[in-house]
Nanobody
Framework: QVQLVESGGGLVQTGDSLRLSCTAS????????VGWFRQAPGKERDFVST????????YYADSVKGRFTISRDKAKNTMYLQMNSLKPEDTAVYFC???????????????????????WGQGTQVTVSS
């Protein structure tokens, strides 16, 4: 059973930086992709970024490209989202998620649809004040 625990959210000002962490426990994550989604009040949960655990390939939503960086530390079983140049529109609850992925299981296309992710963390609030 995969378990994901996020941390690192908080209240910051426009232009500030914040780093979110997602610590994972469970089976071999080399056959998973892990990512971040966010949900603002009254809106749907949107894709932010994802990384393939084994190869480290990264993918981003257009709205965060050039500002956010996703990474993972295999030794710590932890994924990070470095968020720079934050804007008020980045305000949301950020969720860590995992999905089985990899050529070993015949899945090589990146999944951007939150409904396809099997495992979720509890979420961490990020608030950016103007």
């Amino acid at each position: 059973q995969v378990q994901l625990v996020e941390s690192g959210g908080g209240l910051v000002q426009t232009g500030d930086s914040l780093r979110l962490s997602c610590t994972a426990s469970g089976p071999n994550f080399d056959v998973y992709a892990v990512g971040w989604f966010r949900q603002a009040p009254g809106k749907e949960r949107d894709f932010v970024s994802t990384i393939t655990w084994s190869g480290g390939s990264t993918y981003y939503a257009d709205s965060v490209k050039g500002r956010f960086t996703i990474s993972r530390d295999k030794a710590k079983n932890t994924m990070y989202l470095q968020m720079n140049s934050l804007k008020p529109e980045d305000t949301a609850v950020y969720f860590c998620a995992a999905i089985p992925w990899g050529p070993q299981i015949g899945k090589v296309e990146v999944e951007y649809n939150q409904a396809e992710y099997d495992y979720w963390g509890q979420g961490t609030q990020v608030t950016v004040s103007s």
